[in-house]
């Protein structure tokens, strides 16, 4: 291609040598190729020509009997070591494999180092660690049962953190109703120690919540550092709420974990453990409402086959009066016989004793049994018109009882029978529709009416 401006090129020549780099080239590329290779390290070796310039910045070599590697400590992670490394000590360090362009120097960046070995910090950690499991904290008999639907969430932790937002991100997806208390603290240096503890003490006697979060995001273990202290281990055992701790990610661990009542990989995942999902919520007011909705239909309709059953059960009650009026005069003319078969026999044993009497003819006898046969008759009299009574005020009684029960009586307190001109009873508005001659049969007469509207809907 030819480019305005600049001679033309020899066609007849190409340079065939491949293309150089430069310095800045081959260090630039380097310092990615080391980088994308050793995302982070663990080396340990003996500190040598330790220098500590005004910046604040540390830089020093790390060797061992053959070799030797540069290595700068930048003053935002010095800062958190809490004793000074002398020369010639053995350390071990964290970082990051490097190259510093400017001289190609090979070195690490390094964020943590500590003594090598265990290292302090880790040997503390075990040191409490197993003091307070000798004293019974982390035994899971006096872990407290955490509210399987809290009313109240209270959070430990840094107002400007990522552990306050990832908290309430993830309750505002799951469970938006529940309020959320933060009692800030400072979860990192120093002055951590105590400004948790009295933050958990807040939450205590504020008493508004029924579970307590504590923790903060990820972080080296000198910035978890204030987790791993008896006095925060201690406040957490003695708070009377449900305690979960949630510090750092999921591949850190602290004392704080081992003393809290649950521990949540992260504090996203103890928002999550805590609070229940208002999706499943719904499904199941959802699914309760369907089968509430099934059982009143149901219901319904077992009602409403029993009322036509009831309703076929319903006889005629005139036809009830003629059987009742027809059964009561069975039993007069029953009651009329045997009173006539009654005193048709004691007629004729009155004769017999006449006749016994007569043939007997002793005066004393004869007053005697003149008095006996006239009590008799005096008894037989009364007996069969308080029989006759008592039968006939049954009757009476059941006549009245008949009448309280018989749809005549119902239409005499006001109310009606309607019908439709084939003679069908109207037991539903909607059998009917406006325009449609009636007939209310009441209490004395009927009417006959047009319907002008129809309203189904029950009052």
């Not at 090129?9 to 430069?22: K, V």
């Not at 550092?225 to 591949?251: K, M």
């Not at 992260?266 to 499904?283: G, V």
Request: hydrophobic share 40%; aromatic share 4%; net charge positive.
């Amino acid at each position: 291609m030819h480019q305005h401006g600049a001679p033309p090129l020899d066609s007849g020549f190409q340079d065939s040598r491949p293309r150089a780099l430069s310095v800045s080239e081959l260090n630039h590329q380097a310092r990615h190729l080391l980088e994308a290779s050793f995302m982070q390290v663990w080396v340990e070796g003996e500190l040598s020509g330790l220098s500590r310039p005004s910046s604040g910045h540390w830089y020093f070599s790390l060797k061992d009997r053959k070799c030797q590697i540069r290595c700068a400590m930048f003053r935002g992670f010095n800062q958190r070591v809490k004793d000074v490394p002398k020369e010639g000590e053995q350390v071990r360090i964290r970082g990051k494999v490097t190259l510093y362009e400017n001289r190609g120097d090979f070195q690490i960046i390094v964020e943590h180092i500590e003594p090598a070995g265990l290292g302090a910090l880790q040997q503390a950690f075990e040191e409490l660690k197993r003091k307070l499991q000798q004293e019974g904290l982390f035994d899971a008999a006096r872990k407290k049962p955490l509210p399987t639907t809290p009313r109240h969430i209270g959070v430990v932790t840094s107002p400007t953190g990522a552990a306050i937002h990832d908290i309430l991100t993830v309750l505002a997806r799951r469970c938006p109703a529940i309020p959320v208390t933060l009692y800030p603290t400072v979860v990192q240096g120093k002055a951590a120690t105590a400004d948790i503890v009295r933050a958990i003490d807040r939450a205590t006697r504020h008493g508004v919540a029924d579970v307590l979060i504590i923790g903060r995001g990820g972080g080296s273990l000198e910035d978890l550092w204030c987790f791993n202290e008896e006095a925060v281990a201690r406040a957490i055992a003695q708070c009377p709420l449900p305690t979960v701790s949630a510090v750092g990610h999921e591949v850190d661990v602290t004392i704080a974990d081992f003393v809290a009542d649950l521990r949540a990989p992260t504090p996203s995942a103890a928002a999550e453990k805590i609070s229940p999902d208002q999706n499943d919520w719904l499904r199941q007011l959802t699914e309760r409402e369907l089968r509430l909705a099934g059982a009143a239909s149901r219901a319904l309709k077992r009602m409403e086959t029993r009322l036509e059953h009831l309703s076929a059960r319903l006889r005629d009650p005139r036809r009830e009066l003629m059987e009742k009026a027809q059964r009561m005069d069975e039993l007069d003319l029953r009651l009329g016989t045997a009173m006539s078969q009654r005193i048709e026999r004691s007629r004729v044993k009155v004769a017999h004793l006449d006749q016994r009497l007569a043939m007997q003819s002793p005066v004393r006898q004869l007053s005697d049994s003149q008095a006996s046969v006239n009590q008799l008759a005096e008894r037989l009299v009364r007996v069969a018109r308080e029989s006759l009574t008592r039968r006939r005020d049954r009757l009476e009684h059941m006549g009245q009882t008949l009448h309280v029960v018989s749809p005549l009586a119902t239409l005499g307190r006001g109310y009606a029978i309607v019908q439709q001109e084939n003679g069908d009873i109207v037991r539903h508005a909607d059998r009917v529709q406006p325009g449609d001659k009636i007939t209310a049969r009441v209490a004395h007469g009927q009417l006959e009416a047009n319907v002008i509207s129809v309203n189904s809907e029950d009052q």
